[in-house]
């Protein structure tokens, strides 16, 4: 559905048409930095096609926009600038990171957002961006800038908060308690597969942004419809994404070497248990083998008419089994 539709001039909203083509007739009328902002949400076939057909989109951009599903992503088109973002939500409580998508068309006088999934609404946006009208007078610009910061600010906030439930989750592994638990592997391999997903939205996302603030090969080369003095805040949420990638790839690493921890101290508790049912079962042997020896019932065995022959045996077992005892106990085993 048309989640909002408004003509911004000079950097302030005004009243406009209610219908978008209309709108956007009304912004080109206008001319100089007038702009028509059109935001979609889950938006039908019908809706996508009357929006192609009004700003001249892209056919292939279209089809990205409505199957989403895409990866983040910046393609230049003849009339317009594709933008693809992945805005991710964390639930602490069941511990999942969800990416919904956030596409942005952008064209000389007009914007388009797509949002699919409930992540990333752009109300919030709108509305700062309404009370800057110094910065919103850049037009689209202005647009794909706060909708990228937003994003990628959000990122820097899921971010902390996977750190934290990570240091939870490290604790826990290292506890005496919790470290051999049965469903500790699978919380790891659970969260390892949330860093996953998060990287999936926050890695192919430094290509683009990359180009939109002219860093490394594309220092010298503009993006059309975007203008070159945002260069620097773009500069900027490519900053953000950096400290992001760098907080999800140390986030990665450290719960790779807890996983490998939890899975060398269950190994060590193996062998631990292992030495002690050996050692029980070596003092259990001892008797056993001179009960075996007495019980097989020859005529000729030594001692076996004498008096004290049983209580004999009875202490050679007992200090036996305490020899073992001991020392088994001094090295550890028990």
């Not at 000389?108 to 800057?132: C, I, M, N, W, Y």
């Not at 860093?195 to 926050?202: G, H, K, N, Q, S």
């Not at 001692?303 to 202490?315: K, R």
Request: some cysteine; overall charge negative; aromatic content about 10%.
């Amino acid at each position: 559905m048309i989640v909002d539709c408004a003509i911004y001039r000079d950097g302030r909203r005004i009243e406009g048409p209610a219908d978008f083509s209309d709108a956007l007739d009304e912004a080109r009328s206008t001319g100089g930095d007038a702009f028509v902002w059109i935001g979609l949400h889950e938006a039908s076939d019908e809706e996508f096609d009357r929006v192609t057909e009004e700003f001249g989109l892209h056919p292939l951009a279209v089809e990205d926009a409505m199957k989403a599903h895409q990866r983040p992503k910046l393609e230049v088109y003849d009339d317009s600038l594709f933008v693809v973002l992945k805005p991710v939500v964390y639930e602490p409580k069941s511990d999942k990171v969800s990416a919904g998508e956030l596409m942005l068309f952008l064209g000389d006088s007009f914007v388009v957002t797509v949002r699919h999934g409930e992540g990333a609404p752009l109300k919030a946006v709108r509305q700062r961006l309404e009370a800057e009208p110094e910065f919103l007078r850049q037009g689209p610009t202005a647009v794909l800038y706060s909708v990228a910061d937003a994003t990628v600010d959000h990122y820097l906030e899921v971010a902390a908060e996977l750190q934290t439930d990570l240091e939870e989750l490290e604790t826990e592994v290292f506890s005496p308690e919790g470290g051999g638990s049965r469903d500790t592997a699978e919380r790891i391999y659970t969260f390892k597969r949330q860093i996953l997903e998060f990287r999936r939205a926050t890695g192919p996302l430094a290509l683009p942004l990359a180009r939109l603030a002219g860093v490394g090969p594309w220092g010298l080369a503009a993006v059309p419809f975007v203008h070159e003095e945002a260069r620097p805040f773009f500069r900027d949420v490519n900053d953000h994404l950096t400290r992001v990638n760098e907080s999800v790839d140390g986030l990665d690493r450290l719960v790779s070497d807890i996983l490998s921890a939890h899975l060398a101290q269950m190994s060590v508790r193996q062998n631990d248990d292992m030495r002690k049912i050996s050692a029980w079962a070596a003092m259990a042997a001892v008797p056993t083998m001179i009960a075996g020896i007495y019980g097989m019932n020859f005529d000729h065995m030594p001692e076996l008419h004498w008096v004290w022959s049983y209580p004999a045996v009875i202490v050679l077992m007992a200090a036996l089994e305490l020899l073992l005892f001991r020392l088994f106990k001094r090295r550890g085993w028990l």
